[in-house]
């Protein structure tokens, strides 16, 4: 089975800084595009914020762009980000997102959330 366990994650002044990171275990061939979604309260969409390729290339929601940055490890299987300049607006759950390949089957695994909270 494939598990990935995020950590970070907390509460934080507005302008503040958070780094989230996650990690991949398991017996699996590949990990493909790591990203991070998160959702906000009151039955919010759950959206992406970020991901990276296995090559390093990113991309990121307009809301975020130049506030916060994902980055991987590959040797670890983690991927991380760091979020800075910290918005009330940010405060979500925030996921860990992989495309994992076990065997020949590419698949989709998520994290169990980890909630930020921004205050003003």
């Known amino acids: 089975q494939v598990h990935l366990v995020e950590s970070g994650g907390g509460s934080v002044q507005a302008g503040g800084s958070l780094g989230l990171s996650c990690s991949a275990s398991g017996s699996f061939a590949d990990i493909n595009v790591m990203a991070w979604y998160r959702q906000g309260p009151e039955g919010k969409h759950r959206e992406l914020v970020a991901?990276?390729?296995?090559?390093?290339?990113?991309n990121y929601a307009d809301s975020v762009t130049g506030r916060f940055t994902i980055s991987r490890d590959n040797a670890k299987n983690t991927v991380y980000l760091q979020m800075n300049d910290l918005k009330p607006e940010d405060t979500a759950v925030y996921y860990c997102?992989?495309?994992?390949?076990?065997?020949?089957?590419?698949?989709?695994?998520w994290g169990q959330g980890t909630q930020v909270t921004v205050s003003s």
């Open positions: 997102n992989a495309d994992i390949t076990v065997w020949i089957r590419r698949d989709d695994y």
């Open positions: 991901e990276i390729g296995p090559d390093g290339r990113t």
